[in-house]
């Protein structure tokens, strides 16, 4: 019996939202998978009440197959890059 990767959640930071905007329309574009959910929400990071950071966190669901009837295996290939 097979196993099969159905869907993931991933999240990313992003420094403004139009990159974020840029990264979830990428994401869509993909032949891969089908993004069924997409959100960007900023975030802060605050200290002695004044913000010292800003960035834009971005969330994309992604679904790689159908559960009930599968017609694919997708193994992922994780990557670090350094900054």
């Not at 997409?38 to 913000?51: C, M, V, Y």
Request: hydrophobic residues 30%; negative net charge; glycine residues 2%.
């Amino acid at each position: 019996m097979a196993t099969y990767l159905i869907k993931t959640t991933e999240v990313y930071r992003c420094d403004t939202e139009e990159e974020a905007k840029a990264w979830i329309e990428e994401a869509k574009h993909s032949h891969d998978y089908t993004v069924t959910k997409s959100s960007s929400e900023i975030r802060t990071l605050k200290a002695k009440g004044e913000i010292v950071d800003e960035w834009v966190r971005v969330t994309i669901v992604k679904q790689f197959t159908d559960e009930k009837e599968p017609y694919t295996v997708y193994i992922p290939e994780y990557k670090r890059n350094e900054v």
